[in-house]
């Protein structure tokens, strides 16, 4: 079966990094699209960084650019997301997500079960 596990979230201080993990099974993860979404308590899921499926495409939200850096390794089914000088804003819960679009527009995603991030004194 498909899964998608995050680790590496934690309790860290401002100015602070941290590095997240997703570790992808039961796919063909070579295939997909990957993508970084947070959500923080009361606030819409939002995307924060997406890689294409061989790595040679990059995206990242503004309020990340500079800070956050997001990589994959197809040879390992994984993903991840370091993040430096962290915010308070940056407080949310991370999310793994896996992403194929079809020709006919149709979209298959599969989500992970999110790791905690807390930016905090």
């Known amino acids: 079966q498909v899964q998608l596990v995050e680790s590496g979230g934690g309790l860290v201080q401002p100015g602070g990094s941290l590095r997240l993990s997703c570790a992808a099974s039961?796919?063909?993860?070579?295939?997909?699209?990957m993508n970084w979404y947070r959500q923080a308590p009361g606030k819409e899921r939002e995307l924060v960084a997406s890689?294409?499926?061989?790595?040679?495409?990059?995206y990242y939200r503004d309020s990340v650019k500079g800070r956050f850096t997001i990589s994959r390794d197809n040879a390992k089914n994984t993903m991840w997301l370091q993040m430096n000088s962290l915010k308070p804003e940056d407080t949310a819960v991370y999310y793994c997500n896996a992403a194929q679009i079809f020709l006919s527009s149709s979209r298959r995603d599969y989500w992970g079960q999110g790791t905690q991030v807390t930016v905090s004194s």
């Open positions: 890689v294409s499926s061989a790595g040679g495409n990059l």
């Open positions: 039961g796919f063909t993860f070579s295939m997909y699209a």
